[in-house]
């Protein structure tokens, strides 16, 4: 089966910036994009099949539904994750999202909680971002809120390229000024706003803040996910297993020359090349990789063959 190549939907936001066109070269609508939903079925921005030319212009929610074939048997009912690319040229309002059981009863429509993880593409020298905090109880959490001791409250971690986070619903979190980042998540379009840093929009609006579900949320106290990182050299090349939860399994596959990739046919994949160009070779067909583009390699392949000096971040449920 293709490889099924997919383009993106772009988020303006009041944070966001012009990298994703600079550096990625995709084809954003504005000066201020902060989010290029890369793979995405979720009812507020679905992903349009660029090929095969069987299936272009079809959304992926569509394809999901009608193509079990390249999904799989004894799925969810609605595809289950979210690729995003983002870039923060200002600083992300702290938020904290639920999981799906409080998303189902407070948000409805099928909506799904979300576990998010950060791969860290590019980052400012210095630059932050918000990971945790330091309250102890539960009343020591509503106190710093209710006191806008941001700086109390608020836990704050150094970041640069290739660094990895994983985000678990309850997380209290905030991407910062100077990042850019991919995220895998569940898919969901559910945030807990809990401070926005007092920012106004053009029309001189705050945003709203969600403080009574982000209390109710919240991991308390917050203790940062153990990572197993394993990683698997080949040559100069490498795979790079970063985590498995209930929700999805994340890997870099690092391509310097030339990489061997042995999947799972028992699932589908989701990919996004981070860094460089290439070439990729699937059941016999070759394609060519550049930066920013995103595909979904189909139930039953069993391996791929990278070439080039390239980056992939890819996923499977
Ligand atoms: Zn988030």
């Excluded at 189909?298 to 390239?310: A, F, S, Y």
């Amino acid at each position: 089966m293709d490889l099924i190549f997919l383009k993106a939907v772009f988020k303006e936001k009041i944070w966001g910036g012009n990298k994703l066109r600079e550096e990625f070269n995709l084809d954003t609508p504005s000066e201020k994009t902060g989010e290029a939903w890369l793979i995405s079925a979720h009812g507020n921005g679905v992903s349009q099949v660029i090929s095969p030319k069987a299936y272009k212009g079809m959304k992926l929610d569509e394809l999901y539904q009608k193509h079990r074939e390249i999904f799989g048997e004894n799925l969810e009912d609605t595809f289950p994750l979210l690729i995003k690319l983002l870039d923060a040229s200002d600083n992300l309002s702290v938020q904290v999202h639920p999981d799906d059981e409080y998303a189902r009863i407070h948000e409805g429509k099928g909506e799904r909680g979300k576990t998010e993880c950060w791969y860290i593409v590019s980052a400012d020298e210095g630059a932050e971002i918000v990971y945790g905090h330091t309250a102890k109880s539960k009343e020591e959490f509503v106190e710093l809120i209710e006191d806008g001791e941001w700086d109390k409250l608020l836990r704050r971690v150094k970041v640069k390229k290739g660094d990895f986070f994983d985000v678990p619903y309850g997380t209290i979190h905030a991407i910062g000024k100077g990042i850019v980042i991919l995220e895998t998540q569940q898919s969901s379009d559910t945030t807990y706003r809990v401070y926005d840093y007092d920012r106004v929009d053009k029309y001189g609006k705050k945003r709203e803040l969600h403080i009574q579900d982000s209390i109710n949320v919240s991991k308390i106290p917050h203790s940062d996910p153990k990572l197993e990182i394993e990683e698997m050299i080949s040559d100069k090349s490498k795979i790079v297993k970063y985590l498995k939860n209930e929700f999805f399994s994340v890997y870099k596959y690092l391509c310097d020359g030339q990489l061997k990739v042995f999947l799972d046919d028992n699932t589908y994949y989701l990919m996004t090349v981070v860094e460089g160009e290439g070439e990729i070779y699937a059941d016999g067909k070759k394609y060519n990789l550049n930066l920013g583009d995103s595909f979904i390699v189909p139930i039953g392949v069993k391996n791929l063959e990278l070439k080039g000096n390239l980056e992939i971040i890819a996923s499977r449920p």
